[in-house]
């Protein structure tokens, strides 16, 4: 089964930390997304990437960026963190974009801003 | 834009009843995939069923089965035989099945927590 990895299952940080959220699939898949999730919002992409060195944003990329430096790792990066940023982050792949293909999902990073 | 929107926040099922989650969304395309995805409490999402919208038969997974109804655009979850272990948020998902369509998103509704009482 492909694994998808979040490095930090719970992280408390201060506002205007710099802050990295790490993500390491296992199967060689092209496609990698970072998701945010809040109650009665549902998913919402931040970022995604198809290849390596490839990123576009999302529906709500602002405060955040990206790096894929390797095919198997997706780094979400909150360069100053804001309280508005508190969420749980949900790191996804994907072989590629063809047909039906299914997400893999990660177990989630909760993040807690003060 | 697509949405997709579940507009029941909480249900909830007495174990070994039938239970119907609802969604519905939004798209001019004729090409695309719906998907139900479950997120058990503390655990990761994993893929319940998914339907190809040119297939007009409805998907089924052992106890969950969807009613695909194209026309409406409506995509409901049923789940037979409810178990403890169905106990999880449940997230209806659109994707475009256009190739141009860059990397084919999902778009997420806002989610159902369903309980299952003993």
């Known amino acids: 089964d492909v694994k998808v990895t979040q490095s930090s299952r719970y992280l408390v940080k201060r506002t205007g930390e710099k802050v990295f959220l790490e993500c390491v699939q296992d199967?060689?898949?092209?496609?990698m997304f970072w998701y945010r999730q809040d109650p009665g919002l549902g998913l919402r992409l931040i970022y995604f990437s198809y290849d390596v060195k490839m990123k576009e944003k999302g529906d709500i990329p602002e405060g955040y960026s990206v790096s894929r430096e390797k095919k198997e790792r997706f780094s979400l990066i909150l360069e100053s963190a804001s309280t508005n940023q508190t969420s749980m982050y949900l790191c996804?792949?994907?072989?590629?974009?063809?047909?039906?293909?299914?997400?893999?999902f990660g177990a989630g990073s909760r993040l807690t801003v003060l | 834009a697509q949405t997709v929107t579940q507009s029941q926040p909480e249900m909830s099922v007495q174990e070994a009843e039938t239970v119907t989650l609802s969604c519905t969304y939004d798209t001019s395309e004729s090409d695309y995939y719906l998907f139900w995805y479950k997120q058990p409490p503390s655990r990761q999402m994993i893929l319940v069923i998914r339907q190809e919208a040119y297939k007009q038969q409805n998907a089924t997974e052992n106890r969950f089965s969807v009613n695909f109804q194209k026309a409406a655009k409506s995509f409901s979850l049923k789940i037979s035989d409810s178990q403890l272990g169905d106990a999880a948020m449940y997230f209806c998902?659109?994707?475009?099945?256009?190739?141009?369509?860059?990397?084919?998103?999902?778009?997420f509704g806002q989610g159902t927590t369903l309980q299952v009482k003993p």
């Open positions: 996804a792949s994907r072989p590629d974009s063809s047909g039906a293909n299914v997400l893999t």
């Open positions: 199967m060689d898949h092209e496609n």
């Open positions: 998902a659109y994707r475009s099945g256009l190739d141009s369509s860059n990397t084919g998103k999902l778009i």
